[in-house]
């Protein structure tokens, strides 16, 4: 028996069995990559076949697809998403995704149809496609950004607040971040008392002087008379709006009578006789119509992001284009006061 084997001392044997172990493992390693990849890409496929729609589709699945025309549907794709033909753009990107083979561009892929899927109003898709992407690329940060603004539209403030912690662990700047969600976390707890709901808002705005607009306009509505004592005069421009709009019953017409700015602002919209200017054009614009007896005129909004220069109707704290937090610039013009009707159809 002992003659049948090659002596285990001989050098060549175990040159020969090294060489052997290597080509194993270098063959078992191989075939091991490829089954990954292609179950990788199996449940990658199956992922996004939850998500196919119906529309411009057909169109696509008629046309034979190339490598070549993967960029320039990529930006038809990008264009429509701007536009807000959201149900093309998202069409045009599971359909890229059902032939793309780079894994890269798929996630860029991916992304696109997520960020979509965000604008777009439809967050549980929006939520599921970005964790799918994190699972492969956790370090994404624009991923990780749009993630938490899902969580803070599903009105899941806590969660939000978990995605901070790897975007700091990055070294981006979260202390915005974090003010901004802990307002919003003790304005939704339903455990906390109002007391304590007043204590803690105010105790966060004296501490950072910041997002002063969720602030008074939560106190305004709920605390008038703290948020009177508190207001300053450095503040009142940036919230004309919420001021303007401020039912007279809530006013506090001493510390109207001592500020500057709130005299002319009530002054114009007819709350107090007394007016004086101050320096802003429309407001003493409009005390001076209403002093000279022409009443029909009156004061329309519009809000401005800071950072993209986007126009909105509705005042925001986030913005809608570019997710900018606290970017809001009031914009305001004289327009021809209309009286409404309502009727109840109850």
Not at 222 to 232: D, F, T
Not at 246 to 270: F, Q, T, V
Request: proline share 4%; aromatic share 12%.
């Amino acid at each position: 028996m002992d003659a049948l084997l090659i002596n285990y001392r001989d050098p060549l044997f175990a040159v020969l069995l090294i060489a052997g172990m290597v080509f194993v493992i270098a063959f078992v390693s191989y075939w091991w990559g490829v089954y990954v990849k292609s179950s990788k890409s199996r449940r990658l496929q199956r992922f996004l076949h939850r998500f196919e729609t119906h529309g411009v589709k057909k169109s696509l699945e008629s046309m034979p697809y190339s490598p070549a025309i993967t960029q320039p549907l990529v930006l038809l794709a990008k264009a429509y998403e701007k536009s807000g033909e959201y149900n093309s753009a998202i069409e045009i990107g599971l359909y890229l995704l059902k032939h793309c083979k780079d894994e890269a561009l798929t996630y860029e892929l991916m992304e696109l149809v997520g960020t979509t899927y965000m604008h777009a109003g439809f967050l549980e898709r929006a939520r599921t496609i970005f964790l799918q992407i994190l699972k492969s690329n956790p370090r994404n940060r624009k991923v990780l950004n749009d993630l938490m603004v899902v969580y803070e539209r599903l009105q899941d403030f806590k969660r939000a607040k978990e995605v901070i912690e790897p975007l700091e662990a990055m070294g981006v700047d979260v202390e915005s971040l974090k003010l901004y969600l802990e307002l919003k976390i003790v304005l939704t707890d339903s455990l906390l008392e109002h007391e304590q709901k007043v204590q803690k808002i105010v105790s966060l705005y004296e501490k950072h002087g910041k997002y002063e607009r969720i602030v008074f306009e939560y106190l305004l509505k709920n605390e008038p008379g703290r948020a009177w004592e508190m207001i300053k005069e450095k503040d009142i421009e940036r919230m004309i709006d919420i001021f303007w709009f401020l039912p007279a019953s809530y006013l506090d017409y001493d510390k109207i009578k001592e500020s500057p700015k709130l005299s002319a602002l009530y002054g114009a919209r007819g709350d107090i006789e007394r007016f004086r200017p101050v320096g802003w054009f429309l407001i003493d614009m409009l005390g001076h119509l209403r002093k000279t007896g022409f009443d029909r005129a009156t004061l329309q909004f519009a809000y401005l992001c800071r950072k993209c220069k986007q126009q909105f109707p509705v005042p925001f704290e986030r913005c809608p284009r570019c997710l900018a937090l606290d970017s809001v610039v009031v914009e305001r013009e004289i327009t021809k006061a209309e009286s409404e009707t309502g009727y109840n159809f109850l």
